[in-house]
Structure formats: structure tokens, C-alpha cells
């Protein structure tokens, strides 16, 4: 009986992947310039966004002290960057909140 039925789970995959073979095989009707348009638009910023942050997962992996500076520079321009506490260095203001650091200050 075991036999039977591990049969017919080998016929059902192959009959179920040559159905979908079969309906990849099969060609779509041409698609008007309007319709072009409207998917184009719709997909735009979709592929950039995704290939770009495969890239930088791989040159996270590849190149880890880069990461960490696109981080520190992200910090930096928000304001929130204290390099003691950072390093764990016990400095004279060692357990403060963060400032922002003001814009005369972020530029020397």
C-alpha cells in the first residue's frame, strides 16, 4: 500500500511541474505604451533601493571598518557622537545625555 501512494506523490510532482512548466511557456499578450508607462512608474526606486542595499550589506561584510564610519558619520551629522563613551572611556561627563552638537561646533 506504501508503495502506492509513494507513487502517486512522484506522479503528482511531475504532472504538477510540467503544468507549470506549461504556463511559463506560455507568451502574454503585448502590452499597450499606457500600460508600459504605468508599470515603469510603479516599479521605479524598487530595483535601486534593493540593489543597493545588497551592496551594502556586502561591503558590510567585506569591508566591516567602513560600515562603522558610515555609521559614525550618520551620528556625526545628527549631533549625537561622543567618542568616550564610545571607546567606553571614563570621561569628566560619563553617564550624561548626549547633546546635539551645534552647527558652529560640527564644522571646525
Given at each position: 500500500?506504501?508503495?502506492?501512494i ?24 503585448p ?32 569591508n ?45
Amino acid at each position: 500500500m506504501s508503495d502506492w501512494i509513494g507513487l502517486g506523490l512522484f506522479v503528482f510532482v511531475i504532472v504538477g511541474a510540467l503544468v507549470g512548466l506549461s504556463s511559463l511557456g506560455k507568451t502574454r499578450p503585448p502590452m499597450t505604451n499606457e500600460e508600459f508607462e504605468r508599470r515603469a512608474a510603479e516599479a521605479r526606486g524598487t530595483m535601486s533601493a534593493g540593489a543597493a542595499g545588497v551592496m551594502y550589506s556586502l561591503q558590510k561584510l567585506l569591508n566591516p571598518k567602513a560600515a562603522e564610519a558610515v555609521e559614525v558619520q550618520k551620528d556625526l551629522r545628527a549631533g549625537f557622537y561622543d567618542a568616550q563613551s564610545e571607546q567606553g572611556g571614563g570621561g569628566p561627563d560619563e553617564g550624561r545625555e548626549r547633546e546635539p552638537i551645534s552647527e558652529e561646533e560640527d564644522d571646525a
